[in-house]
């Protein structure tokens, strides 16, 4: 974990959270690139082959996912309409940045299960607040009042229907399978690398407070070395605190079981 003595916030926790989460740890990676200029129609999300181990299930009936999929470049103020109508306008508005919406969450949700995820990455808002830390300058607890800062983000994603969300995901499946694609995978299925982050994340540890922090540079890290070398999904996971986890990894079951198996109709 990475956590700077200000803010440098938190974020992202996949699709799920895409309508409230925020994560932002620092990483010397590169900016993304620049979205595509001419607008190019997405081809259908690849059909099932051997190599896929969770084929997406059909798109019900949902007013949210209805009509033409966009192309990549056009497809920021159609999805976060579509997510407005599964969450509301405001959580739109208050958690999501609103650029470069699909190909921000495709970067994030693969570097999940990885130690840093880029903060120019983030497809998220700042949390509010600031991280607070009891102790010096050098050794810490993780103070759980900053467990209060990520309350207002889990209660819109607590609320969330995940069969709702998961057919504005599947309505605009060729868009991430598109970007993923572009990112560097030609032959991987990114459904299948959203479930493996979401099964990441499911296994986070509950360690039990206080959390010890020390600062060896500029900013804290876990004072546990098995913890510090989590990947950086579940050191999120971690500094939430355990109600707001918990809450956050049942609606993550929720959203495995409509992506996997198809839980889609009501």
Known sequence: MVINKPIVGVSALIFVLAAGGVYYLRSRN???PPAPVAAVTPEPAPAADPGVSHPLPKAGDNAAASGPVPALAESDSPLLDALAQVSSTDAVKQFLAPQDVIRKMVVTIDNLPRQK?????RPTNP?????IATGDEIHGTLDQRNFERYKPMVAVISHM???QLGAVYIHYYPLFQESYQNLGYPNGYFNDRLVEVIDS???APE???PIELVRPNVMYTYADATLEARPAGQKLLIRMGPENAKAVKAKLTELRSVIAT???KH
Request: overall charge positive; cysteine-free.
């Open 30 to 32: 590169a900016p993304l």
């Open 207 to 209: 360690p039990k407070a």
């Open 262 to 264: 198809g839980a889609l």
């Open 117 to 121: 995820v880029a903060v120019e990455k």
């Open 201 to 203: 994340l499911l296994a």
């Open 161 to 163: 229907d995940m069969k």
């Open 127 to 131: 949390i509010a607040g600031s991280f």
